[in-house]
């Protein structure tokens, strides 16, 4: 669009939120793209005469378009299996196993096409349900307790080769269900593996049956009634929930808004409590209402959140039909799904890998991608993969998305550059997406996630640059990729941010009043040498964290970053976490370790904290400045 004014000489300022224009707003120079819903306002400015009258346009993207009836009882595909507790138990055990089978072995099934979702109808089943790799197990009731499993869902360290370690167990997910467990229930986790919605009616178990390495982890509005415990886990983190008790940890252990978390005794023990959560919102759901027809439930926006969303009753939210979802499934191309999602259709993705060869663009507000079964976007021919509008509402969860073999710019970015319009009362929400670059296939992407827009939730994510996998996917020169996750918007909250190995700075902040509340990452383990690793003259390395020079405003919460230059172990890093020095930009309970002292991380925080140890014990520091 184009503003003019017919007094000669005269400037003209606009803002692009909706607020007043002033002499300091941006000067107008040229036509202005509008992508999203954005309301514009203008005055023209002339020295020696009174400011004009403010004009004002709103411009509607996008929310005009309705959603052609979709099926309310659609079919999601092959690789989406449905059981009804009118099944016998031995049926589905069966199918459960041999499903199992396929997804169980590291060695194979960890980069293999293979996705699978389990879902559950109301009832009761006796089940024990082991789950592999790229599996998402959920129920289908309103409610955790519609769906109940006498039995275990498990995750253990299950194959030989695994040697009891449970490292690698990625990619894989319960949600939406009771467990009654006889001797407790087992979910030994690494990375990308959440845990929600889930009614523990007894004990849970963090760690494998050998006791051996495990490195999740993520766990949300969920009630364990006996003790949950982590053991061996390295670190993880636990938002909105109910505990019986809590039991163990090793370096990094979190709590926002979770009834009977332990005491904030980081770093000994290493356990980091906040009494609520500021912001949250619970992920959206796939449900059978009581007609035997699909819906998706869209839980409300909640501040200062403590406990499941369910402990006294019903989520609080609003559902919305299958009728007004386009169900991805084999056969889909980028065209298809930019089809429905500018016809109006919100996108439930089945299980699958999709090749994109043109970016999906989401620009109406509110709209909702849900997906089960780890169904992965790659982008091909260097596009990027996911574009989302400055607009309110959108909630995208349970995507993977695998970076192409020619370099993206972004995997996902929220809001074009420049966004800022406030979306304090209706955010977009970042769930269980996670990105890969190479391991899978030698994929390479300049940035994972940016996000542009205010307010924006980024609740559990694993951005992760690949240091194992299928040969040929991954080496320095190989997988590249600068950085994991860029924030530009203002008051972002990130719930549960895991980044690991890229080959800059992993996390870059600049907007202001951003928040963290855990954050998990190890550096890049193949740096060639020390000069290959520098960001800036003299200063060895990249920090994993860095706010950006001109925040005024930060705060975090229960940060580790690790080190294991296992290439050249004289690499050193001078410090993981750079932020300016102001009071207003603050860190709690940070940490660093050289695992097996395989190279060296010399500060923790700015020229804060001692130097890693060589016996993989953290340096660590409790608060700065």
Known sequence: MTLADATAGASIRYTRDGSTPTAASTLYSGPISVTATTTIKAIAIKSGLADSAVASATYTIGASASCPAQSDTPNFGPNVHIYDPSMSS???????????????DTASAQFSENRVAQLFKPGTYAVDDNVGYYTSV?????????????????????????????????????????INPVGGNRWAVAQAAPFRRIDVRGDLQLYPASYGWASGGYIADTKVSGQAASISQQQWYTRDSNLGSWAGGVWNMVFSGTVGAPANTFPNPPETTLATTPVSRDVPYLYVDGAGKYRVFLPSLRTSASGAS??????????????????VKAGDTAATIN????????????????????????????TVVLGIGYPTFVPDNGVNAIQVADVDGVRLKGLLIDAGTTNSAALLTVGPSGSSASHAGNPTTVQDVFFRIGGQIAGKATTSLIVNSNNVIVDHIWAWRADHGKAGSF???????????????????????????????????????????????????????QGAWMSAAGVNGYAAYKVGAGVTTHEAWGLGSYCYFNVNPAVNSYHAFEVPNTPGVKFHNALTVSLGGVGTITHVINDTGAVTASNTTPSNVVAYP
């Not at 031995?90 to 169980?104: C, R, S």
């Not at 360290?157 to 990619?171: I, L, P």
């Not at 369910?310 to 169900?327: E, R």
């Not at 970016?359 to 507000?365: A, E």
């Open 90 to 104: 031995a049926t589905i055990q069966a199918q459960l196993d041999a499903q199992f089978a396929q997804m169980k």
């Open 310 to 327: 369910w402990a006294n009753g019903s989520t609080p939210g609003t559902s919305q039909p299958m009728s007004q979802f386009y169900v």
């Open 339 to 366: 089809n429905a999602l500018s016809q109006g259709c919100n996108l439930f993705v089945t299980p699958g890998v999709y090749h994109l060869n043109q970016t999906l663009n989401i620009t109406r507000p509110n």
């Open 138 to 178: 959920a129920g289908l009731g309103q409610n955790p307790g519609d769906v109940t499993i006498n039995g275990h869902v498990t995750v253990d360290a299950f194959n030989a080769s695994d040697a009891g370690n449970a490292t690698q167990n990625f990619w894989r997910s319960a949600e939406n269900l009771a």
């Open 475 to 529: 080496g320095w020169t190989t997988n590249t990729a600068d950085t994991g996750v860029i924030v530009n918007g203002s008051s972002v909250l990130a719930t549960g941010l895991f980044v690991e190995h890229y080959q800059k700075h992993e996390v870059v902040w600049n907007g202001q009043n951003g928040k963290t509340i855990f954050f998990q990452n190890e550096m890049p383990y193949d740096v060639p040498n």
